[in-house]
């Protein structure tokens, strides 16, 4: 029953910005850890930001000063403001749900180009 939803995704230039979203369903949100991974062809996902119940959020060194992970509970959606975009970012961008099995969503395009 679990569900996440992720959107936003898309082509924009170095520089540029994007915000994504993970619609979830399925558990009582607001009391869970949210996280965002990412995965580029050939390469192994990689964590990129935690989101506590609380609020406390975690950054991989790469997207610090750049990325902004929040959640809004009462949508039960969970963002990832991208700033600063450089063409290493680009991946495919997922959002995870990291309670009992774990849960994954479908993921989302990210192409960073000029």
């Known amino acids: 029953q679990v569900q996440l939803v992720e959107s936003g995704g898309g082509l924009v230039q170095p520089g540029g910005s994007l915000r994504l979203s993970c619609a979830a369903s399925g558990f009582t949100f607001s009391s869970y850890t949210m996280t965002w991974y990412r995965q580029a062809p050939g390469k192994q996902r990689e964590l990129v930001a935690t989101?506590?119940?609380?609020?406390?959020?975690n950054y991989v060194d790469s997207v610090k000063g750049r990325f902004t992970i929040s959640r809004d509970n009462a949508k039960k959606t969970v963002y990832l403001q991208m700033n600063s975009l450089k063409a290493e970012d680009t991946a495919v961008y997922f959002c995870?749900?990291?309670?009992?099995?774990?849960?994954w969503g479908q993921g989302t395009q990210v192409t960073v180009s000029s």
């Open positions: 995870y749900f990291p309670v009992g099995v774990g849960y």
């Open positions: 989101i506590s119940g609380g609020g406390s959020t």
